[in-house]
């Protein structure tokens, strides 16, 4: 099944305080694998950036005068996402933005049940504890060197390998000691435990063929 982890990175907390969007980023995996897919936005949110927000992601007014509006990605995000499982780290404060964003263009919000909160799966498994992403990082031993800022796109990836191990699961790897053929599975332990009978003619010939070699090389 398809699976698109998101993340979007804001001028403030609350879209209903007319905060807006500034980066938007999605990676689509297939049962939690990376596909090589991903959709990533830069956004013009046409108002100031105020100091609190650029100190978090780094995105000043200046630098995004000349990113295109929601307006103008949108088709494409909703292009992306549509019929997949869609996992966020907090995902109320991310669908506040995005469905308010959808709602003044006239769109069709997203659909809360297609959305999987990876902050409540967290809470549920470390109740009373920080379970903000760069705590769960660090409970995972995951690699956090290169989020000097907040960054969707990289938050994205941090956010699937978090998931995984939420989840307890494992990434695929090559079995090397099964290999599955049809319905049947010859695994190690089976492995060349049958035992072959030569009979008396095989080893008369095979002991002619050793003194023939035998002589062939030393005479």
């Given at each position: ?14 879209f209903?305080d007319?905060?807006k ?9 297939n ?7 991903i959709?990533h ?13 650029f ?16 307006d103008?990605?949108v088709?494409?995000?909703l292009?992306?996402i ?7 780290h ?7 933005f ?12 997203i ?34 060197s ?13 956010l ?15 079995n ?6 049809g319905?049947q599975?010859?695994?190690?332990e ?6 072959i009978n030569?009979?008396?003619?095989e080893?008369?010939l095979?002991n ?7 002589k062939?090389?030393?005479h």
């Amino acid at each position: 099944m398809s699976e698109i982890f998101l993340d979007t990175e804001t001028t403030g907390l609350s879209f209903k305080d007319g905060h807006k969007i500034v980066e938007i980023a999605c990676i689509e995996t297939n049962d939690l694998i990376a596909t090589g897919k991903i959709f990533h936005r830069l956004i013009n949110p046409k108002r100031d950036i105020p100091e609190e927000a650029f100190k978090v992601h780094g995105f000043s007014t200046e630098f995004l005068k000349d990113k295109e509006t929601f307006d103008k990605i949108v088709e494409d995000f909703l292009s992306f996402i549509q019929g997949k499982k869609l996992i966020i780290h907090n995902a109320p404060f991310d669908l506040g933005f995005l469905n308010g964003e959808l709602k003044n263009l006239n769109k069709k919000p997203i659909d809360k049940a297609h959305v999987i909160d990876s902050l409540e799966l967290a809470r549920n498994k470390f109740p009373g504890s920080s379970n903000s992403l760069d705590a769960l990082c660090k409970k995972f031993n995951i690699d956090l060197s290169k989020r000097t800022k907040h960054n969707a796109l990289l938050d994205c990836e941090l956010l699937r390998e978090v998931y995984i191990n939420l989840l307890d699961a494992k990434e695929p790897k090559f079995n090397l000691l099964a290999a599955n053929t049809g319905n049947q599975v010859f695994k190690s332990e089976s492995y060349n435990k049958k035992i072959i009978n030569i009979s008396e003619d095989e080893i008369k010939l095979h002991n002619e063929f050793l003194k023939k070699e035998l002589k062939k090389n030393y005479h």
